[in-house]
């Protein structure tokens, strides 16, 4: 990694404490302190029970305010009748609403209109909103119930006008991940600065660790009215059961474009995986939330990957394209889980599921014969340490490690089905640049150096693109690292490539420009290429393999 990255790399992982470790913790409990006497555990599960069956049958409105690292409010004001639901988004900071975007949800088809987006009807979860972070804002706004066993919620506090207010305690296993996590940072801190910012998240994780999270419920109705960690806070506010709604509660205004044909029907070898959010715009440098969608090269047409949870980003296409694998965040696991999506029926299935513990899990990639994922887990937030390089099979889910290296960046399969190539790296210390080499990481995890390099790619099976350790001329070689070849002109405005399945084309993304990096096509040996989308906007870590 180059040292202009370190900063970069430091912000990102601090950014993943502050809005995965935090907010996931809520959800998570333990089970030590009794019952307060004070909580009808029976009542109120029997309260809960109605308040779903109303839910269900007929109806309520509420609103969901998120408080967003004290930066300004985000309220999802929802109504919800016999299964149709209309969500209107707002932001509030500064004393001022503003309206986001409006979803309607009926007959199995969202309406989505976005002040400043998308306008057009799509399938669930497949709304390209510009606001990257909007499925975060929906999920908030989902209701909560208290669990049947009382006792999980934590330490009673007290009991005030029909609200029970808990200190919600953490699992083991999440405890351990945390408290693994601030021993890094109190390491990292003895060498390094740490900004008021990063001070402020430590001090978080601190406090989340000695006291736990609040949380409210209504005995009314058993909802979790508050709940969450300081970085996103929740409380749900004007909550009423409804009877009976107006007839045009969910009518939409105005010829909706049609997006909710099945992405498979297309020519999916030219479609690909890429990060994008459209909110971003270059003035804002490298701060910038994406969420991981599904372009189609030919038309243009853009998709999000129907992911469930809030936030996903690109892994790789499974052997028929038709099913993907994303690494993505979902409320009640600790970080980046990894799952296996159908593209045609928007089927979620998480992989490795027991094996693949809780943390911060990236870059699946799929083996040559389409029966296995290699995946690695992430040393957050010190690098420098080694990452755990696994294995799932994808027909059972089950997943084995293999072993570990530091860095295990940039996996794919080589053509043998056995040996996973990779980047392995060497550091001197975190204010120095690491060394990056090109290597593979047998089956008993015996790593075998191939050549000084990073970011490599491999091309047409006998190929292997890659960038020297210094500077950005993209270079090939063979398999075994010799036979060095420049590719094109150097590419030196390029980066982050990834292959066309049959191997002749590249896409990949084009630094320097106005407009921020942007995904751009060249064909292999071309010294330049033709822009990919004219969509504005943030894009990341395209995947077309």
Known sequence: MRREHLGTRRA?????????????????????????PRVDAARLNK??????????????????????????????????????????????????????????ERDGVWYAKEKQGVFGKYRPYE???????????????????????????GVLECVEDGVARFRETIDEETEAL??????????????????AEQQAKRKALQDLLKHGLPLEISLATGILTEYGAPALHTRIEDFAWLDSVPKDAFAVKGEYPDFTSDPTDADLNECVMIAHGGAWQPSMGEKGDADARLLDLKTGALRRIPFLGPVSLP???????????????????????????????????????????QGFWG???????????????????????????????????????????????????????????????????????????????????????ICPG????????????????????????????????????????????????????LLMMRFGTARGPRPTIIKIGDSRGKEAVRIGGLWAWPVWQ
């Open 178 to 195: 945390l408290r693994e996590t601030l021993s890094q940072i109190d390491a990292l801190a003895k060498d390094l600065s740490l900004s």
């Open 315 to 357: 892994g790789c296409f499974l052997k028929d394209r038709k099913r993907v694998v994303v690494h993505g965040m979902v409320t009640g696991y600790v970080g980046f889980g990894v799952y296996e999506i159908d593209l045609s029926t928007g089927e979620n299935r998480q992989l490795g599921a027991g094996a693949l513990e």
């Open 363 to 449: 870059n699946p990639c799929v083996s040559p014969d389409g029966k296995l994922i290699a995946v690695r887990r992430l040393s957050v937030p010190d690098p420098t340490l080694p990452s755990q390089i696994y294995v799932v099979e994808l027909e059972s889910g089950n997943a084995r490690k293999i072993g570990e290296v530091v860095g295990g960046l940039h996996l794919s399969w080589m053509p043998d089905g056995k040996h996973i190539l990779m980047m392995r790296e060497e550091f001197a210390d975190w204010d120095k640049p690491s060394d990056g080499t090109i290597c593979t990481m047998a089956p008993d995890g015996t790593v075998e150096d």
């Open 47 to 104: 309260v809960v029970e109605e308040s779903i069956a109303h839910l269900n049958e007929k109806g309520a409105r509420w609103t969901a305010i998120t408080q967003v690292k004290q930066r300004g409010e985000v309220r999802v004001h929802t109504v919800q009748f016999a299964g149709q639901r209309k969500s209107t988004v707002s932001a509030h900071a500064g004393g001022e609403d503003i309206e986001v975007f409006e979803l309607v």
């Open 127 to 153: 709304v390209p909103f510009f606001l990257s972070t909007a499925y975060l804002f929906l999920e908030r706004a989902e209701l909560l119930f208290a669990p049947a066993d009382v006792d999980s919620l």
């Open 12 to 36: 990102f992982l601090f950014g993943l404490l502050a809005t995965a470790l935090l907010p996931a913790a809520r959800d998570l409990a333990a089970a030590e302190p009794p019952a307060d």
């Open 454 to 505: 990073e970011w490599p790619v491999l091309l047409g099976g006998d190929r292997i693109m890659f960038t020297p350790r210094t500077g950005r001329v993209w270079h090939t070689c063979n398999l075994e690292g010799g036979d060095v070849k420049i590719l094109g002109n150097g590419l030196r405005d390029y980066g982050f490539p990834t292959a066309s399945p049959d191997g002749t084309r």
